[in-house]
Nanobody, 116 residues
Framework: QVHLVESGGGLVQAGGSLRLSCAASGSIYSIKPMGWYRQAPGKQRELVAALSSGGSTNYADSVKGRFTISRDNVKNTVYLQMNSLKPEDTAVYYC??????????WGQGTQVTVSS
């Protein structure tokens, strides 16, 4: 079993920055693919950024050049640095961990609100 806890969300003005953290604990015995998703009211959950076990990254077109995903393997923590935030970035942000064999773990989510 894996437990994910996100933190770092909040209210920020457009153009500002936030850094989200996702700490993983539990039965983690190797580096796993992790990612950040978001869900705005009335919309489907969408991928924001992903980080493979080998360190390669993938970003949604809407956040390329503004968001950066990174990982601290010692702390089992993945980060999402969000710069130049826009009101359309407002959403609940979730991290996930792909444990393999079709097993995906999700955190509880953290609210990000960007005011115009």
């Amino acid at each position: 079993q894996v437990h994910l806890v996100e933190s770092g969300g909040g209210l920020v003005q457009a153009g500002g920055s936030l850094r989200l953290s996702c700490a993983a604990s539990g039965s983690i015995y190797s580096i796993k693919p992790m990612g950040w998703y978001r869900q705005a009211p009335g919309k489907q959950r969408e991928l924001v950024a992903a980080l493979s076990s080998g360190g390669s990254t993938n970003y949604a077109d809407s956040v390329k050049g503004r968001f950066t995903i990174s990982r601290d393997n010692v702390k089992n923590t993945v980060y999402l640095q969000m710069n130049s935030l826009k009101p359309e970035d407002t959403a609940v942000y979730y991290c996930n961990l792909n444990a393999g064999f079709g097993v995906i773990y999700w955190g509880q989510g953290t609210q990000v609100t960007v005011s115009s």
